[in-house]
């Protein structure tokens, strides 16, 4: 099984519960290691529609 790629780009602020980095939950960034792919991508699914809400821009870090 490939690793999804955690969306954390050290931008930790939060609004409410939410990061306006990468858009998850405090409790789903606790669990990220824990989840399987599907539940991963379904969490990077609802964080990319919270930044929207948020109107966060959710930018990577420069590499």
Do not use: H, N, Q, Y
Not at 1 to 27: E, H, N, Q, V, Y
Request: aromatic letters at 4%; charged letters at 45%.
């Amino acid at each position: 099984m490939s690793a999804t790629k955690d969306p954390c780009i050290s931008l930790c602020k939060f609004d409410d519960d939410i990061c306006i980095g990468c858009g998850r939950s405090k409790r789903e960034i606790k669990a990220w290691k824990k989840l399987d792919k599907e539940d991963k991508r379904v969490v990077l699914a609802e964080a990319a529609l919270r930044l929207i809400k948020l109107g966060a821009t959710g930018r990577r870090k420069k590499r």
